[in-house]
């Protein structure tokens, strides 16, 4: 596999412009508006897996939008590596932020990327990462380097909660078989710093209402003798944390799994530049729960965050008026144990409890997913670790996440089957926000590391076989 490296030299130019061409698509899975452009990417994920040298490749309906699936078997004797990712992404909103077209994608030079990075909404998360394993299959294919079986799952909801890769893992739990589950979707700590994803945090996300008065009214007129579902939203919303920026809701805690003193100190060992951080971000000090590192702020505690908030006018100019609703969106990072439909029905009747007089809130659940944590004495993990190490050249670091990936849980539920995150973003790759990118340095040496990952798992599974 030592040739890997001039393949990628040679067809450089065309991986990259491949990820180019598909994060022009604009893919958003959240908005009505864009349902042909997430079908239509679909389409081209489908045929860039016919070109890597897939034998069998799919458009496969569900109740929402397509997963495209693809599969190389060259033994049933082998093992078999099931490759998860997502073609939808997340809205570009606000889009005035963005120095350049979110779906127009530039590579520009940064001082984190002298090689240049792509900028545009997807480039990282997650149609970079997952494109990375389609370029990966194409090498070992055309290079006869393909040890095990393959199979490719790549779903068009993830940024809205996957609702639809449930009912189709239920349906095609034989079509799915595999020895190990492989995901890039996450990060690593730095470009000279591999790191394998050990914990995902689940989520909860609901949105919330409060009505005052049946219309819009005059705040001069009315003022001080109604309530004002605006003030109250606000009010609600800081009563769920206390001043050590506690979550207040009853029982919210109850099923945390503490880490050991042993267990803190180990991931202390990660490294992390507090003030980088806050120049990083442009702020002047960080802030969280107390008692926690910002590292364990961010990866091993429950958090609560409000993601949007709205009611009334927001226009040019002034308008008097008491607004009859407010709304507001609310998400909750878990931990394990947390059941994330527990969490739901604890924050539900919580809200609603207290709510004052003269409104009436209501608590809408979106969706959500479970905690995840990936034993690091499985072939999985030593596989992926050897493969970091033959290109990297050192031992990745074992690293918690914040982030959530809500299928993994139900992955080993379903499919029985550990997941691996080999993920290749960096923090500051700006997912979910505005100028996305992806450094063109990631992309390649992902494209190159993954191929390892397959030889690895093989000659582990047949030296225990």
């Given at each position: 596999m030592e040739n890997i490296a001039s393949y990628i030299t040679t067809h450089k130019d065309r991986f990259i412009q491949e990820l180019v061409e598909l994060l022009k698509i604009p893919s958003i899975s959240a908005d009505p508006?864009?349902?042909?452009?997430v079908l239509n990417t679909a389409e081209a994920v489908k045929s860039a897996l016919d070109a890597a040298g897939c034998e069998v490749t799919e458009i496969c309906e569900t109740p929402g939008y397509p997963i495209v699936y693809g599969e190389k078997i060259i033994d049933p004797k082998l093992p078999?590596?099931?490759?998860?990712?997502?073609?939808?992404?997340?809205?570009p909103d606000p889009v005035d932020l963005w120095n350049s077209p979110p779906?127009?994608?530039?590579?520009?030079?940064?001082?984190?990327?002298?090689?240049?990075?792509?900028?545009?909404?997807?480039?990282?998360?997650?149609?970079?990462?997952?494109?990375?394993?389609?370029?990966?299959?194409?090498f070992m294919v055309k290079n006869n380097e393909l040890p095990c079986n393959v199979k490719f799952m790549i779903e068009g909801e993830e940024e809205v909660g996957s609702e639809s890769l449930g009912w189709f893992v239920e349906h095609n739990r034989e079509k799915l078989a595999n020895d190990v589950i492989l995901i890039s979707d996450t990060g690593m700590i730095a470009k000279d710093?591999?790191?394998?994803?050990?914990?995902?945090?689940?989520?909860?996300?609901?949105?919330?209402e409060v009505v005052g008065p049946n219309r819009d009214l005059?705040?001069?007129?009315?003022?001080?003798?109604?309530?004002?579902?605006?003030?109250?939203?606000?009010?609600?919303?800081?009563?769920?944390?206390?001043?050590?920026?506690?979550?207040?809701?009853?029982?919210?805690?109850d099923k945390v799994i503490e880490l050991s003193v042993e267990e803190r100190a180990e991931m202390a060992k990660a490294p992390f530049n507090l003030e980088n951080y806050k120049k990083a971000l442009d702020i002047e000090d960080v802030y969280g729960e107390k008692g926690y590192s910002t590292n364990e702020r961010n990866s091993i505690r429950p958090t609560l965050d409000v993601n949007g908030i709205w009611g009334g006018y927001t226009g040019e100019g002034a308008k008097?008026?008491?607004?009859s609703k407010a709304y507001a969106k609310i998400s909750m990072r878990l931990v394990p144990d947390q059941d994330w439909k527990e969490i739901t029905q604890l924050f539900k009747a919580h809200f609603e409890s207290i709510a004052p007089k003269g409104t009436r809130v209501t608590v809408k659940p979106h969706h959500g997913g479970f905690p995840y944590v990936t034993p690091m004495d499985s072939l999985g993990y030593a596989a992926a670790s050897k493969a970091y190490e033959a290109t990297f050249g050192k031992t990745p670091i074992p690293q918690r996440s914040g982030g959530s990936i809500p299928i993994v849980s139900l992955f080993e539920k379903e499919l029985k089957s550990k997941t691996i995150l080999m993920g290749f973003g960096l923090d500051s790759?700006?997912?979910?926000?505005?100028?996305?990118?992806?450094?063109?340095?990631?992309?390649?040496?992902?494209?190159?590391t993954i191929p390892y990952f397959y030889r690895y798992f093989t000659e582990l599974s047949n030296s225990e076989s």
């Open positions: 508006a864009f349902a042909q452009d078999t590596v099931l490759v998860y990712g997502h073609y939808d992404v997340q809205p779906f127009e994608p530039v590579i520009k030079a940064t001082d984190l990327h002298p090689e240049g990075a792509i900028f545009a909404r997807g480039a990282c998360d997650d149609k970079g990462q997952m494109y990375m394993h389609v370029k990966a299959l194409e710093i591999p790191s394998i994803t050990t914990g995902l945090r689940g989520l909860s996300y609901v949105e919330v005059h705040s001069g007129l009315y003022g001080g003798a109604v309530a004002n579902p605006i003030n109250i939203m606000t009010k609600l919303i800081a009563s769920l944390h206390d001043e050590n920026n506690h979550i207040t809701v009853p029982g919210f805690y008097t008026v008491i607004a790759d700006a997912i979910h926000s505005p100028n996305e990118h992806f450094g063109l340095w990631n992309y390649l040496k992902g494209i190159e």
